[in-house]
């Protein structure tokens, strides 16, 4: 049983560029988030999704774009890196329910230089 | 909305100490409590929860206390080993709809021999 599942594990971009993160859970889960990880921030909600064909916004949507066609894909696109989008992206499932932990995948560290 | 605080951020501890990690939370009305650890590199891993109608879980090594009063919970780790030594998350439900999860900032314990 794989889990959650990103790609790549690292990836470097221009500014300006854009590039879609890649997740997937293979659990049937209903509920998936993104997260951004920074020094001292702890992790932010990016996007959320509560099925397929449903998302909506977190914290810090800005410049981030997201869809779920399937119940196992979550991909985050971001459409023109900037610097500040430098961190490490961390995408999470949950099974539809009050009391439901989340699990997460490895992560994806982004440099925007 | 819901806010997640800790109370330090960093906790050295001498191998075979107790370790206790707390966690301070905003809404009186957050019924659902989890704690994470994540080693350097990984993803969060979930360690364990508790319910508001419990003060108190045991698991292995772990115990989670909560004090609805006080709007505070704590990790506590039993003979601490170095494998222990990560940053430990406390997080609850961030919506009405439970479908994402709000995070502490985290605590990093470091456990030397």
């Known amino acids: 049983n794989a889990g959650v599942t990103q790609t790549p594990k690292f990836q470097v971009l221009k500014t300006g560029q854009s590039m879609t993160l890649q997740c997937a859970q293979d659990m049937n889960h209903e509920y998936m988030s993104w997260y951004r990880q920074d020094p001292g921030m702890g992790l932010r909600l990016i996007h959320y999704s509560v099925g397929a064909g449903i998302t909506d916004q977190g914290e810090v949507p800005n410049g981030y774009n997201v869809s779920r066609s399937t119940t196992e894909d979550f991909p985050l696109r971001l459409l023109s890196a900037a610097p500040s989008q430098t961190s490490v992206y961390f995408c999470a499932s949950r099974r539809q329910g009050l009391n439901t932990e989340a699990f997460f995948g490895q992560g994806t560290r982004l440099t925007v230089v | 909305g819901e806010s997640v605080g800790l109370h330090l951020p960093t906790l050295s501890v001498q191998e075979g100490d107790n370790s206790i990690i707390n966690c301070a939370y905003s809404n009186s009305a957050s019924d659902y409590f989890i704690w994470y650890k994540q080693e350097s590199g990984k993803g969060p891993q979930f360690i364990i929860d508790i319910r508001s109608n419990m003060d108190k879980r045991q698991g292995q090594r772990v115990t989670v206390l909560l004090n609805k009063t006080v709007k505070h919970l704590s990790l506590q780790i039993a003979a601490t080993q170095p494998g222990d030594s990560a940053v430990y998350f406390c997080?609850?439900?961030?919506?009405?709809?439970?479908?994402?999860?709000?995070f502490g900032k985290g605590t990093m314990l470091l456990v030397s021999p």
């Open positions: 997080a609850l439900p961030k919506n009405s709809g439970y479908s994402t999860l709000t």
